[in-house]
């Protein structure tokens, strides 16, 4: 399998509804299997990998018996610590079938916007990262903090660790295909690059699933400050993961925000 040149430094995040199989929150192995074996495949190829992972809410709607995402803030900080759980395991095992082995990582918004905290966490991912055989993967920790439970589905979380490592590349991988046109006629049909993001938002279809919390705005913002910090930023969908060693190559179906589009506006933290 051909990838782009070793050496690059890449945050990939994967969204709920690429992680869950309907709106019942049922985990989709399949998927995962299939995401592991794609980010193997770049890892391997001397890519440093950092995978931040929602799902931890939709993973564990069924240890109490729920079919929904619940509307209180407990419930859903129960969910998130009985699902975070089985999202990891499940992680092990199928990177493990590559030969890799995971860490986690579980931070809150405050965590990465206070200096020393912040710093605490870089100091962590810059100890793992040279280990070949490891991948570090985040999620905010949605048992203690209600910040992502609200807000951004970790879209904010991957772009101010992206940020924060020096990344080479951000994508998001999502349910749908990339960001869709004003005048789009069906999912596939995406803008395949973006160079005005301002632009963007005029026409952005916020929808989201059930299970989710960000929509298409929470993503845009999210690459807006990438982008700012000169990190570029690719919105695809995780739905077909093979494609993820052509997306870090410049290829691919998606859509892709080259760094310069707004390399002039100051970079936000939040």
Same mark, same amino acid.
């Given at each position: 399998?051909?990838?782009?040149?070793?050496?690059?430094?890449?945050?990939?995040?994967?969204?709920?509804?690429?992680?869950?199989?309907? @709106?019942?929150?049922?985990?989709?192995? $399949?998927?995962?299997?299939?995401?592991?074996?794609?980010?193997?495949?770049?890892?391997?190829?001397?890519?440093?990998?950092? %995978?931040?992972?929602?799902?931890?809410?939709?993973?564990?709607?069924?240890?109490?018996?729920?079919?929904?995402?619940?509307?209180?803030?407990?419930?859903?900080?129960?969910? $998130?610590? $009985?699902?975070?759980?089985? %999202?990891?395991?499940?992680?092990?095992?199928?990177?493990?079938?590559?030969?890799?082995?995971?860490?986690?990582?579980?931070?809150?918004?405050?965590?990465?916007?206070?200096?020393?905290?912040?710093?605490?966490?870089?100091?962590?991912?810059?100890?793992?990262?040279?280990?070949?055989?490891?991948?570090?993967?985040?999620?905010?920790?949605?048992?203690?903090?209600?910040?992502?439970?609200?807000?951004?589905?970790?879209?904010?979380?991957?772009?101010?660790?992206?940020?924060?490592?020096?990344?080479?590349?951000?994508?998001?991988?999502?349910?749908? $295909?990339?960001?869709?046109?004003?005048?789009?006629?069906?999912?596939?049909?995406?803008?395949?690059?973006?160079?005005?993001?301002?632009?963007?938002?005029?026409?952005?279809?916020?929808?989201?699933?059930?299970?989710?919390?960000?929509?298409?705005?929470?993503?845009?913002?999210?690459?807006?400050?990438?982008?700012?910090?000169?990190?570029?930023?690719?919105?695809?969908?995780?739905?077909?993961?093979?494609?993820?060693?052509?997306?870090?190559?410049?290829?691919?179906?998606?859509?892709?925000?080259?760094?310069?589009?707004?390399?002039? %506006?100051? @970079?936000?933290?939040?």
């Amino acid at each position: 399998m051909s990838v782009a040149s070793p050496g690059k430094r890449i945050v990939i995040k994967i969204g709920t509804g690429v992680l869950t199989r309907n @709106a019942g929150g049922e985990i989709h192995h $399949a998927m995962i299997a299939r995401l592991s074996q794609a980010i193997a495949d770049i890892h391997t190829a001397g890519h440093e990998i950092i %995978l931040v992972s929602s799902g931890a809410v939709g993973a564990g709607l069924s240890a109490f018996g729920l079919t929904r995402r619940p509307t209180e803030t407990e419930m859903l900080q129960a969910c $998130a610590a $009985a699902g975070q759980a089985r %999202l990891m395991h499940l992680y092990e095992s199928q990177f493990g079938l590559h030969g890799i082995k995971v860490a986690q990582l579980l931070v809150t918004h405050d965590d990465l916007q206070d200096a020393r905290r912040s710093g605490n966490v870089l100091a962590t991912l810059n100890a793992i990262l040279p280990h070949r055989h490891v991948i570090p993967i985040l999620n905010e920790n949605d048992s203690v903090s209600v910040y992502e439970l609200k807000v951004g589905d970790n879209d904010t979380l991957s772009s101010i660790v992206a940020r924060l490592v020096g990344a080479d590349l951000l994508i998001l991988l999502t349910s749908v $295909a990339g960001l869709m046109g004003p005048e789009a006629r069906s999912p596939d049909d995406i803008i395949t690059e973006v160079d005005d993001i301002e632009s963007a938002f005029a026409f952005v279809r916020d929808e989201k699933g059930t299970l989710s919390v960000g929509g298409m705005a929470s993503k845009l913002r999210a690459v807006e400050a990438a982008v700012a910090s000169g990190i570029e930023t690719i919105i695809a969908s995780g739905l077909n993961p093979e494609q993820l060693p052509e997306l870090v190559e410049g290829r691919g179906t998606g859509t892709r925000f080259r760094a310069r589009t707004i390399s002039s %506006l100051p @970079a936000s933290a939040s």
